[in-house]
């Protein structure tokens, strides 16, 4: 009778260990039901604050998808909760948060809150619409596409090995952002390559929906990164002014020009320093290209940068000592190991020969050091500027 007790209870730890992994969704996913739940009332269902309830209130909920842009993790978390919301400092112009505003510290946790902040991020950056129910999504996704696609949807289902070609990974906005929901649910219809399969006969326009709208929740930006031990890549600002300037400038590397750092390229290296903190991003050390604009920037937002020569942009080098930068550079990236994360900030030249992918103002790439001057990229992430 024991034994049988025993068994019995191994059986259930499985299945509720079992409906764990179901229940490891995203943070945005997550956020998403309790924001449609209790806030979507004033916010609205597109978060710019037209809610039904505000309205017959005649209150002023504000256009979050504008407002929490300029807001970091830690501020939106007392605004919410309501806990030391008067401290927060107000970088949008507006007043004080009032009262309107409900304060949910008894209702929500902090982990739920930090589900809702990645719910309202995903609303304020992502462009595409969620247009079917995420929910349905996501019981069909783990059903029929985590196989492949992994239960977390970064692509590394246990089917993968033996297909041998990988699916991207549908966590990173940088990847599934320019691809619009009709070309998702084509692909979804329609199957892809050789190994994705076409679902037509299985799956109808409204689940196919849902499931676009789940992998649109995937979202995940910064979770890794807290662990440390990853290198941060960030491409250096170019100066717009006309290319003779910008290469005299480039020489100038007492920094003493008149033509340095904008007031809204500060702005905006303050705002990326303060993303990486807010979210708790361990940095361990900056290493940045000696040109004045990338040495100011890296300062800016990191409050350090150490100028390493093989950062210096290599386009227009000898072929050379274009291969000498990027094999130090290389070798910089592959030996790094540390409690925090390595931030390197270069140019446009050197990045492309990290990846073959190119990276836009606004994203930033992340890899992950294997030893000597190997390494892998772990995916190209979007900022909030
Ligand atoms: C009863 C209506 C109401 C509900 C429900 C509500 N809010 Fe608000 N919220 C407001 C109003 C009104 C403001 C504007 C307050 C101000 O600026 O004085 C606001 C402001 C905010 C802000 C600050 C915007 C900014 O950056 O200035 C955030 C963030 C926010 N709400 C998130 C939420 C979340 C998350 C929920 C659900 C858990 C929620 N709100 C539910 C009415 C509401
Ligand atoms: C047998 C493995 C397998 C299954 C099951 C599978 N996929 Fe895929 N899927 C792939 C592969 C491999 C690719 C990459 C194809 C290519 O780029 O040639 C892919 C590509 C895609 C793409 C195009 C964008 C991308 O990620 O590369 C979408 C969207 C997609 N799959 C969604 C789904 C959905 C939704 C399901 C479940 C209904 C599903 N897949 C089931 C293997 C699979």
Known sequence: MKILTQSLASILLLITLASNVFAAASPAFEG?????????????????????????MGI????????????????LMKIISGEGRENVADESGHGQISNDMPKWKDVFSNDQISTLIAYLRFLSTSKHTLTGDPELGMELYQKYCSICHGRDG??????????????????????TDKISNEDLARSILEGKGRFMPAWRDILNQGEVNGIVSYIRLLYQVWGKLEEGGFV??????????????????????????????????????????????????????V????HCLAKETADSAFGQAETAEYLASTNNLPEDQKESYETQLERQIGSFSGKGNLVILTH???????????????????????????????GIYKLNI
């Open 287 to 290: 290493l940045t290209s000696p």
């Open 348 to 378: 446009e030249s050197n990045i492309n020969a990290l990846t073959f992918q190119t990276l836009k103002k606004g994203y930033f790439l992340v890899l992950m050091p294997i030893g000597e001057n190997e390494y892998e990229e772990v």
């Open 60 to 75: 002023n909920a504000e256009d979050l998808t504008a407002t929490i842009r300029s807001r970091s993790d830690i501020a």
């Open 154 to 175: 970064d692509g590394k289902g246990v089917l993968i090995n033996l297909i041998g070609l990988k699916p991207i990974d549908h966590t990173n906005p940088a990847r």
């Open 232 to 285: 941060i890549v960030l491409r250096s600002p170019t100066m717009d002014t006309n290319e003779d300037s910008t290469r005299s400038l480039l020489k100038d590397t007492s920094c003493g020009s008149a033509e340095n750092i904008s007031k809204m390229g500060k702005t905006q290296a303050v705002s990326i320093g303060k993303q990486f903190k807010s979210r708790g991003v361990p940095i361990d050390k």
């Open 32 to 56: 998403r039901k309790l924001y449609v739940s209790h806030c979507l009332i004033c916010h609205g269902i597109d978060g710019k604050g037209n809610g039904p309830l505000a309205r017959k």
